[in-house]
Protein backbone atom coordinates (compact mmCIF):
# COMPACT_ATOMS: atom_id res chain seq x y z
CA UNK A 1 0.00 0.00 0.00
CA UNK A 2 1.46 3.75 -1.11
CA UNK A 3 0.74 6.29 1.23
CA UNK A 4 3.65 8.60 0.99
CA UNK A 5 3.87 10.51 -1.95
CA UNK A 6 7.22 9.88 -4.08
CA UNK A 7 9.46 12.81 -3.05
CA UNK A 8 8.61 11.53 0.67
CA UNK A 9 8.89 7.97 0.35
CA UNK A 10 12.56 8.77 -0.86
CA UNK A 11 13.31 10.50 2.18
CA UNK A 12 11.86 7.75 4.39
CA UNK A 13 14.32 5.45 2.43
CA UNK A 14 16.83 7.94 3.37
CA UNK A 15 16.04 8.02 6.57
CA UNK A 16 15.53 4.00 7.22
CA UNK A 17 19.64 3.84 5.63
CA UNK A 18 20.82 5.75 8.32
CA UNK A 19 19.40 3.37 11.43
CA UNK A 20 21.56 -0.25 12.26
CA UNK A 21 17.90 -1.99 11.71
CA UNK A 22 15.04 -0.28 9.71
CA UNK A 23 12.44 -0.55 12.50
CA UNK A 24 14.27 2.65 14.32
CA UNK A 25 13.31 4.58 11.69
CA UNK A 26 9.38 4.32 13.05
CA UNK A 27 9.48 7.28 14.83
CA UNK A 28 10.66 9.98 11.92
CA UNK A 29 8.59 7.94 9.94
CA UNK A 30 5.51 8.99 11.82
CA UNK A 31 6.62 12.38 11.99
CA UNK A 32 7.24 12.64 8.06
CA UNK A 33 3.70 10.54 7.48
CA UNK A 34 1.91 13.24 9.74
CA UNK A 35 3.64 16.33 8.54
CA UNK A 36 2.19 14.83 4.78
CA UNK A 37 -1.14 14.16 5.80
CA UNK A 38 -1.78 16.33 8.91
CA UNK A 39 -2.50 13.04 10.50
CA UNK A 40 -1.75 9.62 10.97
CA UNK A 41 -3.63 7.64 8.83
CA UNK A 42 -4.04 3.78 9.07
CA UNK A 43 -2.46 3.49 5.38
CA UNK A 44 0.24 5.56 6.45
CA UNK A 45 0.97 2.96 9.49
CA UNK A 46 0.81 0.11 7.01
CA UNK A 47 3.60 1.35 4.73
CA UNK A 48 6.05 2.39 7.41
CA UNK A 49 5.37 -0.91 8.80
CA UNK A 50 6.47 -2.59 5.19
CA UNK A 51 9.21 -0.25 4.60
CA UNK A 52 10.82 -0.89 8.68
CA UNK A 53 10.09 -4.78 8.36
CA UNK A 54 7.31 -4.32 11.58
CA UNK A 55 3.78 -4.88 11.45
CA UNK A 56 0.65 -1.95 11.70
CA UNK A 57 0.27 -3.15 15.06
CA UNK A 58 3.75 -2.48 16.49
CA UNK A 59 4.00 0.88 14.75
CA UNK A 60 0.74 1.84 16.31
CA UNK A 61 1.75 -0.03 19.64
CA UNK A 62 4.97 2.75 19.35
CA UNK A 63 3.35 5.65 18.05
CA UNK A 64 0.14 5.39 20.46
CA UNK A 65 2.97 6.00 23.73
CA UNK A 66 3.19 9.74 21.85
CA UNK A 67 -0.01 12.19 22.41
CA UNK A 68 1.64 14.42 19.17
CA UNK A 69 0.65 11.87 17.03
CA UNK A 70 -3.04 12.11 15.65
CA UNK A 71 -4.97 9.31 14.29
CA UNK A 72 -7.52 11.29 13.69
CA UNK A 73 -8.02 14.04 11.31
CA UNK A 74 -7.52 17.45 13.44
CA UNK A 75 -8.11 20.71 12.53
CA UNK A 76 -5.09 23.17 10.44
CA UNK A 77 -4.18 24.60 13.87
CA UNK A 78 -3.99 22.11 17.18
CA UNK A 79 -4.68 24.69 20.02
CA UNK A 80 -3.47 23.44 23.37
CA UNK A 81 -4.43 25.14 26.46
CA UNK A 82 -2.58 23.99 29.71
CA UNK A 83 -4.34 23.79 32.74
CA UNK A 84 -2.17 22.13 34.92
CA UNK A 85 -1.23 23.65 38.33
CA UNK A 86 0.51 26.71 37.53
CA UNK A 87 -1.24 27.18 35.01
CA UNK A 88 -4.62 26.41 36.42
CA UNK A 89 -3.24 28.75 39.50
CA UNK A 90 -3.39 31.77 37.14
CA UNK A 91 -6.35 31.52 35.40
CA UNK A 92 -5.64 28.31 33.03
CA UNK A 93 -9.15 26.30 33.27
CA UNK A 94 -11.12 30.07 33.02
CA UNK A 95 -8.69 30.14 29.57
CA UNK A 96 -10.06 26.78 28.52
CA UNK A 97 -13.35 28.17 28.97
CA UNK A 98 -12.95 30.94 27.04
CA UNK A 99 -11.56 28.91 23.97
CA UNK A 100 -14.14 26.62 23.90
CA UNK A 101 -16.86 29.61 23.69
CA UNK A 102 -14.48 31.69 21.15
CA UNK A 103 -13.71 28.40 19.28
CA UNK A 104 -17.54 27.25 19.31
CA UNK A 105 -16.06 23.72 20.37
CA UNK A 106 -15.27 21.85 23.76
CA UNK A 107 -11.99 20.77 24.62
CA UNK A 108 -11.07 17.40 22.01
CA UNK A 109 -13.17 18.70 19.23
CA UNK A 110 -12.36 20.54 16.25
CA UNK A 111 -14.60 23.63 14.73
CA UNK A 112 -17.34 23.24 12.25
CA UNK A 113 -14.81 25.10 9.54
CA UNK A 114 -12.22 22.46 10.66
CA UNK A 115 -9.60 25.08 11.16
CA UNK A 116 -9.30 25.15 14.92
CA UNK A 117 -8.74 21.45 17.37
CA UNK A 118 -8.70 22.24 20.70
CA UNK A 119 -7.26 20.38 23.51
CA UNK A 120 -6.64 20.78 27.19
CA UNK A 121 -3.34 19.38 28.01
CA UNK A 122 -0.88 18.87 30.87
CA UNK A 123 1.54 20.83 31.60
CA UNK A 124 3.57 21.61 28.85
CA UNK A 125 6.73 22.89 30.31
CA UNK A 126 6.29 26.61 30.37
CA UNK A 127 5.68 27.01 33.86
CA UNK A 128 7.27 30.05 34.42
CA UNK A 129 5.31 31.48 31.86
CA UNK A 130 1.77 30.87 32.92
CA UNK A 131 -0.98 30.49 31.85
CA UNK A 132 0.06 29.79 28.43
CA UNK A 133 -1.22 27.57 25.44
CA UNK A 134 0.69 26.30 22.10
CA UNK A 135 -0.60 26.83 18.79
CA UNK A 136 0.87 23.93 16.78
CA UNK A 137 3.09 23.39 19.35
CA UNK A 138 4.24 26.79 19.25
CA UNK A 139 4.26 28.60 22.71
CA UNK A 140 2.04 31.75 23.54
CA UNK A 141 2.94 33.00 26.90
CA UNK A 142 1.23 34.67 30.12
CA UNK A 143 -2.01 34.51 27.82
CA UNK A 144 -5.01 36.49 28.43
CA UNK A 145 -8.58 36.17 26.89
CA UNK A 146 -7.72 38.60 25.06
CA UNK A 147 -4.11 37.94 23.92
CA UNK A 148 -5.83 34.17 23.12
CA UNK A 149 -8.47 36.23 21.00
CA UNK A 150 -5.65 37.98 19.43
CA UNK A 151 -4.12 35.03 18.20
CA UNK A 152 -7.45 33.81 16.88
CA UNK A 153 -8.15 36.79 15.02
CA UNK A 154 -4.91 36.73 13.45
CA UNK A 155 -5.04 33.36 12.28
CA UNK A 156 -8.80 33.78 11.09
CA UNK A 157 -7.30 36.67 9.01
CA UNK A 158 -4.70 34.77 7.50
CA UNK A 159 -1.99 36.79 9.57
CA UNK A 160 0.86 35.04 11.36
CA UNK A 161 0.24 35.28 15.51
CA UNK A 162 3.79 34.74 16.60
CA UNK A 163 4.30 38.59 17.16
CA UNK A 164 2.06 38.23 19.89
CA UNK A 165 4.71 36.53 21.82
CA UNK A 166 5.34 33.07 20.83
CA UNK A 167 9.04 32.13 21.54
CA UNK A 168 12.03 30.37 19.51
CA UNK A 169 10.44 30.76 16.31
CA UNK A 170 10.89 32.42 13.01
CA UNK A 171 7.16 35.00 12.81
CA UNK A 172 5.14 31.85 10.72
CA UNK A 173 2.96 29.49 12.26
CA UNK A 174 3.24 26.36 10.33
CA UNK A 175 1.29 23.93 9.31
CA UNK A 176 -0.31 21.03 11.99
CA UNK A 177 2.63 18.57 11.48
CA UNK A 178 5.36 20.63 10.70
CA UNK A 179 7.73 20.50 13.84
CA UNK A 180 10.70 21.49 11.55
CA UNK A 181 11.72 23.47 8.68
CA UNK A 182 15.16 22.51 8.63
CA UNK A 183 15.28 18.78 7.06
CA UNK A 184 18.51 17.41 8.65
CA UNK A 185 21.14 16.41 6.34
CA UNK A 186 24.02 13.94 7.65
CA UNK A 187 26.85 13.97 5.12
CA UNK A 188 27.92 10.78 4.42
CA UNK A 189 31.49 10.67 6.28
CA UNK A 190 29.55 11.47 9.15
CA UNK A 191 27.29 8.74 9.35
CA UNK A 192 27.06 6.75 12.36
CA UNK A 193 26.97 3.89 9.54
CA UNK A 194 24.54 0.91 9.56
CA UNK A 195 26.20 -1.23 11.60
CA UNK A 196 24.00 -3.29 14.23
CA UNK A 197 25.62 -1.97 17.72
CA UNK A 198 26.67 -5.56 18.88
CA UNK A 199 28.70 -5.77 15.13
CA UNK A 200 30.70 -2.43 16.12
CA UNK A 201 34.04 -3.16 16.26
CA UNK A 202 36.37 -0.23 17.51
CA UNK A 203 35.20 3.30 17.27
CA UNK A 204 32.13 4.36 16.13
CA UNK A 205 32.68 6.38 12.79
CA UNK A 206 31.75 9.12 13.44
CA UNK A 207 34.15 9.71 16.55
CA UNK A 208 36.93 8.10 14.37
CA UNK A 209 36.05 11.11 12.17
CA UNK A 210 36.26 13.56 14.78
CA UNK A 211 39.88 12.18 16.08
CA UNK A 212 40.84 12.37 12.03
CA UNK A 213 39.84 15.78 12.36
CA UNK A 214 41.51 16.78 15.25
CA UNK A 215 45.02 15.44 14.09
S1 LIG B 1 1.57 23.95 34.38
FE1 LIG B 1 1.19 24.94 32.48
S2 LIG B 1 3.14 24.91 31.55
FE2 LIG B 1 3.48 23.85 33.39
Redesign the pocket.
Known amino acids: MTFFNSDNERLAREVISRYPRARSAAIPLLHLAQEQEGWVTPAAMVQIAELTGSTPAEVLGTASFYEMFKFHPVGKYVVNV ?7 LLG ?1 EELLEHAEASLGVRAGGTSQDGLFTLEDV ?6 T ?4 FTVNYRYFHRATTGSFDEVVADIRAGRSPIHHGAAGDDGELPEHGTLGRVRQHIPDDRRAGVEAPEDVVGAPLWLAADRAGEG
Open positions: CTNVSCQGECVAACEAPC
